[in-house]
């Protein structure tokens, strides 16, 4: 055994003394050479090689965006109520661009009943703790005058219990005599959501009635039928009402569970 750890020990110490040898070696000046070659001059044929440079070129160079997360509740707070709003964003619109950002996510805005804005009340709406549609559209003057583009997090996975859509629903579940079947036709809403006599996964209780419907992260957060066409078109038509605004585009929440657990149908 003494006679294997010295035969170990000299193996290890001729090992050591080999890499300092090769480290001392042309390989390290080539490398040294290699990092204090001075590329600011360079051509962009030279620095990405031509057939870098001409995929470079077909490249939408305003696709390739610094994005400046803010969750607005949080971030600056203009009028000393103790929560973030639009107008203190825009306050802070020189201090997003010197850090290097040209352009800004931020989290839900929309009418909420709940300090992180994901249970959805109105799509069409500011929620009052952040502004007004002034507000907005004033912070979204500021950032184009800037050249900041804004993208915001949009909720289509479920809306809030308060949704008109879900209180319609909910409302003509209710008025269902037992046994009774829901039509569509009597009230479309009904189907911008999952409703079942049938304890599913991820339902939950209707209270006062025998139904259940699928809301997969909270019991206030109520899952939109996304098989539905009508929702669909819903959707379509918030999406073109914040780009008429001159949003740039959407964060999508929870995409991977808009139909959990079915790959294809989230890719969809």
């Known amino acids: 055994m003494k006679n294997f750890k010295k035969i170990a020990a000299l193996f290890l110490a001729i090992v050591m003394v080999g890499s300092t040898f090769a480290g001392c070696g042309k390989g390290s000046s080539k490398k040294e050479e290699e990092t204090t070659v001075d590329k600011s001059s360079w051509t962009p044929e030279e620095y ?54 040209n352009g800004i996510w931020l989290s839900p805005i929309h009418q909420s009943t709940t300090y ?71 009230c479309p809403y009904v189907d911008y959501y999952t409703f079942s006599r049938e304890k599913l996964s991820g339902m939950r209780v209707l209270n006062g009635t025998d139904w259940y419907y699928e809301a997969m992260f909270s019991h206030d957060m109520p899952d939109l039928n996304l098989d539905n066409p009508a929702v669909r078109q819903e959707i379509e038509k918030i999406m073109k009402f914040w780009m008429d605004k001159g949003v740039a585009g959407f964060r999508l929440d929870a995409a991977k569970e808009f139909f959990s657990g079915r790959v294809n149908k989230n890719v969809e």
Request: include cysteine.
């Open 48 to 101: 990405y090689g031509v057939d870098g440079w001409e995929a470079q070129e077909k490249v939408i160079d305003d696709n390739y965006r610094n994005y400046y997360h803010i969750f607005v509740y949080s971030f600056a707070d203009s009028d000393g109520d103790g929560v973030g709003d639009l107008n203190g964003i825009t306050s802070k619109l020189d201090y997003i661009e010197e850090m290097g950002f």
């Open 116 to 186: 992180h804005k994901y249970d959805v009340v109105d799509y069409y709406s500011i929620d009052e703790e952040y502004g007004t549609m002034e507000d907005f559209d004033k912070f979204m003057e500021e950032c184009e005058k800037r050249g900041i583009k804004v993208i915001l997090d949009l909720v289509f996975n479920h809306t809030s219990t308060k949704h008109q859509w879900f209180k319609e629903a909910t409302e003509y579940v209710r008025s269902l005599e037992p046994g009774e079947e829901a039509n569509i036709e009597e």
